[in-house]
Nanobody, 120 residues
Framework: QVQLMESGGGLEQPGGSLRLSCAAS????????MGWYRQAPGKQRELVAT???????NYADSVKGRFTISRDNAKNTVYLQMNSLKPEDTAVYYC??????????????WGQGTQVTVSS
């Protein structure tokens, strides 16, 4: 069983910065892709950014140049540095981690979500 612990959300003014973290723990053999998704009220969950085990990254057009995804493999942790925040970035942010457990079963798990609110 894999547990994901998210942190770093909160209230920030437009133009400000926040950094989200998501640490995976439990029966982990290896982690493949890690990513961040978000869901605003009344909207579907959407991809924000992903990063592979080889550190290749992919971003939604709406966050390119403002957000940076990174990972620390030694800590099984993925980060999302969010700069130049806009009100439209307001959403619940979820981390997603895919990999294999020590029993060699694949997993594709979600964090509990962390609220990010951008408002003056």
């Amino acid at each position: 069983q894999v547990q994901l612990m998210e942190s770093g959300g909160g209230l920030e003014q437009p133009g400000g910065s926040l950094r989200l973290s998501c640490a995976a723990s439990g029966s982990i053999f290896s982690i493949d892709a890690m990513g961040w998704y978000r869901q605003a009220p009344g909207k579907q969950r959407e991809l924000v950014a992903t990063i592979t085990s080889g550190s290749s990254t992919n971003y939604a057009d709406s966050v390119k140049g403002r957000f940076t995804i990174s990972r620390d493999n030694a800590k099984n942790t993925v980060y999302l540095q969010m700069n130049s925040l806009k009100p439209e970035d307001t959403a619940v942010y979820y981390c997603n981690v895919q990999g294999r457990s020590r029993l060699w079963a694949t997993f594709n798990d979600w964090g509990q979500g962390t609220q990010v609110t951008v408002s003056s």
